[in-house]
T-cell receptor
């Protein structure tokens, strides 16, 4: 019940394309949904986050869409660039658990020039 | 700020040896997390501390793993004895707790147990 399911496992797009990464959860006690970006040899870093009372959040080229009734959320990257090639993790925080996060399995994104 | 500092960055050891991984969190952060990353299991939370006190160690695989946080600026994760299946990248992360879910990760310690 504390799991977050992420898909696809890997994704290849051309420069300028719009990759979409999806996540689903079961537990309604999750109250905060961040996305992390990880480059090879580095630790994950917070990219963008959303709370369940909001259906969409944009920061630059990155957008989170949130569907509370379906318990799903997704990351869209507009006008993707080769520098966006990285592994992306969705995550969820159990309410009252401080900063403790449960991570999805990760999506390895490759943006070809 | 230097960020979360982990050492060593790489460790190669033989099965049965003791391994100690170290972490210095960002100054002022009151929560510290140890995660393990593998291809098969992704990012797994092993243990986390709040104000130097272990809050949840349910992710620690077995008694061979132990973690300590003697003060606000230092934590260790120890594996004794190590086994080949412990090979992974171990991340330390810290958080101020003001913005839930904003973890700051170190660059990780890549452990290989032969």
């Amino acid at each position: 019940q504390q799991q977050v399911k992420q898909s696809p496992q890997s994704l290849i797009v051309q420069k300028g394309g719009i990759p979409i990464i999806n996540c689903a959860y079961e537990n309604t006690a999750f109250d905060y949904f961040p996305w992390y970006q990880q480059f090879p040899g580095k630790g994950p870093a917070l990219l963008i986050a959303i709370r369940p009372d909001v259906s969409e959040k944009k920061e630059g080229r990155f957008t989170i869409s949130f569907n509370k009734s379906a318990k799903q959320f997704s990351l869209h990257i507009m006008d993707s660039q080769p520098g966006d090639s990285a592994t992306y993790f969705c995550a969820a925080r159990w309410e009252t658990s401080g900063s403790r996060l449960t991570f999805g399995e990760g999506t390895q994104l490759t943006v070809n020039p | 700020d230097a960020g979360v500092i982990q050492s060593p960055r790489h460790e190669v050891t033989e099965m049965g040896q003791e391994v100690t991984l170290r972490c210095k969190p960002i100054s002022g952060h009151n929560s510290l997390f140890w995660y393990r990353q593998t291809m098969m299991r992704g990012l797994e939370l092993l243990i986390y501390f709040n104000n130097n006190v272990p809050i949840d160690d349910s992710g620690m695989p077995e008694d061979r793993f132990s973690a300590k946080m003697p003060n606000a600026s230092f934590s260790t994760l120890k594996i004794q004895p190590s086994e080949p299946r412990d090979s992974a990248v171990y991340f330390c992360a810290s958080s101020m707790g003001l913005l839930p879910g904003e973890l700051f990760f170190g660059e990780g310690s890549r452990l290989t147990v032969l």
